[in-house]
């Protein structure tokens, strides 16, 4: 069963253009939800984390959009650049019973210059 | 350079065979967790290790198994190796066992033929 379910599976976007990627979960014990950034050959790599006591947490061009009630949280990339061409991942996880994060199943974004 | 270090990056071995993935984690950290991830289960944790000790368990299979030495280094035991166990698998630090802040390796790649 996937805790976390994340969509589109893949993205075009114009460069400038706006990139949002989608995850719902159930379990409403997460109380912590990181974006991780995969380039091709690498590990992920933490990208940015919200928790549930705020709506939106904004990094540079990156921003997290939370919706507690409908148990969905959001990626938005401003000003998408050919750079940001990767696999992004969500993931949950509850810290005060488990380590164990669970991760949405990938994203792969292509911008176009 | 995540300061995770995994060997070997690639592997490519029969099946039946036994394999043992290496792990070293970032400098200061204790916990060390490992990942497969594979094209169609996405990142499914494996297993946690925190300071030498198992502290979670995921969906890890009983030929698989791990352990965490005192340098803090840890290594997954892969064995009786069947087609469907190719995957990247992952390591990831943190400095406490709650796992904000997931530092990943960049992976090995096992390829069971």
């Given at each position: 069963?996937?805790?976390?379910?994340?969509?589109?599976?893949?993205?075009?976007?114009?460069?400038?253009?706006?990139?949002?990627?989608?995850?719902?979960?159930?379990?409403?014990?997460?109380?912590?939800?990181?974006?991780y950034q995969q380039?091709?050959?690498?590990?992920p790599a933490?990208l940015?984390?919200?928790?549930?006591?705020?709506?939106?947490?904004?990094?540079?061009?990156?921003?997290?959009?939370?919706?507690?009630?409908?148990?969905?949280?959001?990626?938005?990339?401003?000003?998408?650049?050919?750079?940001?061409?990767a696999?992004y991942?969500?993931?949950?996880?509850?810290?005060?019973?488990?380590?164990?994060?669970?991760?949405?199943?990938?994203?792969?974004?292509?911008?176009?210059? | 350079?995540?300061?995770?270090?995994?060997?070997?990056?690639?592997?490519?071995?029969?099946?039946?065979?036994?394999?043992?993935?290496?792990?070293?984690?970032?400098?200061?950290?204790?916990?060390?967790?490992?990942?497969?991830?594979?094209?169609?289960?996405?990142?499914?944790?494996?297993?946690?290790?925190?300071?030498?000790?198992?502290?979670?368990?995921?969906?890890?299979?009983?030929?698989?198994?791990?352990?965490?030495?005192?340098?803090?280094?840890?290594?997954?035991?892969?064995?009786?190796?069947?087609?469907?166990?190719?995957?990247?698998?992952?390591?990831?630090?943190?400095?406490?066992?709650?796992?904000?802040?997931?530092?990943?390796?960049?992976?090995?790649?096992?390829?069971?033929?």
């Open positions: 069963q996937q805790q976390v379910k994340q969509s589109p599976q893949s993205l075009i976007v114009q460069k400038g253009g706006i990139s949002i990627i989608n995850c719902a979960y159930e379990n409403t014990a997460f109380d912590y939800f990181p974006w380039f091709p050959g690498k590990g933490l940015i984390a919200i928790r549930p006591d705020v709506s939106e947490k904004k990094e540079g061009r990156f921003t997290i959009s939370f919706n507690k009630s409908a148990k969905q949280f959001s990626l938005h990339i401003m000003d998408s650049q050919p750079g940001d061409s696999t991942f969500c993931a949950a996880n509850q810290s005060n019973t488990g380590n164990q994060f669970y991760f949405g199943t990938g994203t792969s974004l292509t911008v176009i210059p | 350079d995540s300061g995770v270090t995994q060997t070997p990056k690639h592997l490519i071995t029969a099946t039946g065979q036994r394999v043992t993935l290496r792990c070293s984690p970032r400098s200061g950290d204790l916990s060390v967790y490992w990942y497969q991830q594979s094209l169609d289960q996405g990142l499914q944790f494996l297993i946690q290790y925190y300071n030498g000790e198992e502290r979670a368990k995921g969906n890890i299979l009983e030929r698989f198994s791990a352990q965490q030495f005192p340098d803090l280094h840890s290594e997954l035991n892969l064995s009786s190796l069947e087609l469907g166990d190719s995957a990247l698998y992952f390591c990831a630090s943190s400095v406490d066992g709650v796992g904000y802040g997931y530092t990943f390796g960049s992976g090995t790649r096992l390829t069971v033929v």
